[in-house]
């Protein structure tokens, strides 16, 4: 079993749906929760930082980590098709991250 | 800043041949991660260092991988012998002392052994 599950997709909605993105972990030393988004053929960059339980919104984004069931989530709403790109969850014990394999997300006009 | 520079951005050689990925870090950045994105397992850490020091290099697949990085602002991972199965994404990050877990990625080399 991999430390890290996240459902590869694809994942394709209209624009202006909310999106959930999730991840589920079964190491339960990993504190720091990350979501890093990947636009084709670029590297990954840092969208959502999260220190262990709760939520945190920037923007249009939401961050969920749920501990007790090791479950963590990002919710995009009113999606626009520049949100586009491959979401990868990370997250670590203060060690070495470790990414989920990522779900190509497809904003439709 | 320019971010994280990686050289080349396409690379295709043949069987056996010797590869070298090249990446400079953001400047002032204490930590050098240099990652491997395949379909099929992912973005993988293959090694990382703190001020020029290897930390981990645990995710390094064989001794075919080495990697170095001899100054801050230069790091080069070498593939002797290549294999077809080297074919991936590499990528490169950095990041501050305190913000191991922002990390910042190049754009990355995409390598094709034939």
Known sequence: ????????????????????????YSNSAFQYFMWYRQYSRKGPELLMYTYSSGNKEDGRFTAQVDKSSKYISLFIRDSQPSDSATYLCAMSGGGKLIFGQGTELSVKP | DAGVIQSPRHEVTEMGQEVTLRCKPISGHDYLFWYRQTMMRGLELLIYFNNNVPIDDSGMPEDRFSAKMPNASFSNLKIQPSEPRDSAVYFCASSLLDSYNEQFFGPGTRLTVL
Request: aromatic fraction near 0%; glycine fraction near 8%.
């Open chain 1, 1 to 24: 079993q991999k430390e890290v599950e996240q459902d590869p997709g694809p994942l394709s909605v209209p624009e202006g749906a909310i999106v959930s993105l999730n991840c589920t």
